[in-house]
């Protein structure tokens, strides 16, 4: 079970990615239909000043 993470947007004054991490399967489970969470996340640098906090939305 390894998250699998892509930067979308790399600029001067902006970061985020997604990032989706699948559930692993219970022994004998076997659906078709995987089960995991997804979550963006992004920050932003202001000018003269270093990275923000690193905010984070779940879906």
Known sequence: MDPVGRITVDT???QA??????????????SDIPTGHS???MRIKSSGADWGPWQREEY
């Open 12 to 14: 001067e004054d902006r």
């Open 17 to 30: 990615f997604a990032l989706h991490i699948t559930d692993q399967k219970p022994h004998g489970d076997t």
């Open 39 to 41: 979550a963006t996340y």
